[in-house]
């Protein structure tokens, strides 16, 4: 089949940190030369903006009243994704603890999902050949008719050592409650909560090596693309 005729594929990739979801959203799409949005970063990047600019964040009014102002472009290649906010580069500050610790509360209000998430929706509607989007609701909220919807998942105790493992020298049982804790926030707010969409296939990536989630992904996608 000729490039030209090969149709555009949207997969959904949601679930908690720790499950490997970046690694394995990244590697699928440039294995199989599709966009790449990391929508955990476009929250921690408005995250940031607001922290930035002395936002109260105990107060929802606030928050809500400023998520229009920053600019925020992704870049959705996956081998060198990037994303700034008003024309500043924030791949590594948007990653400190400040920042984490304050992207559920920011995350909750309803006017910045709902400005992210038309973001998010412009951008797959761009990508030419499809895009791999990840994050926490996207098959159930930002892309319900995704063409594939994948949940990743895996014990706390492998997510906390795997998350410990990226943040050099973090204790392994402080970083758990942090991801427990974090995943309750998310999983139980009024607005686009984390959810497993009812049409998504599960992996539970406990057991397995990156490679072996890798692997499996594609094998979905390339079946999804042949039309089984």
Known sequence: MENGAVKPV???????????????SKAVAEQLGLSYLDTGAQYRAITWWMVNNGIDLTDPTAIAAVAGKPEIVSGTDPVKPTITVDGVDVSGPIRTEEVTSKVS?????????TRISELQ??????????????GRDIGTTVLPDADLKIFLTASPQARAARRSGELKGADVNATREALVKRDAADSTRKTSPLAKAGDAIEVDTTELTLAQVIEC????????????
């Open 121 to 134: 929706r412009s951008l797959a509607r761009a990508a030419a050949a499809g895009i791999v989007v990840e």
């Open 217 to 228: 992904v594609v094998a979905l996608v390339e079946e999804k693309r042949a039309g089984k």
């Open 10 to 24: 949207i997969v959904a990739i949601d679930g908690p940190s720790g499950t490997g979801k970046s690694s394995t």
């Open 105 to 113: 509360a920011v995350s909750a209000v309803p006017e910045v999902r």
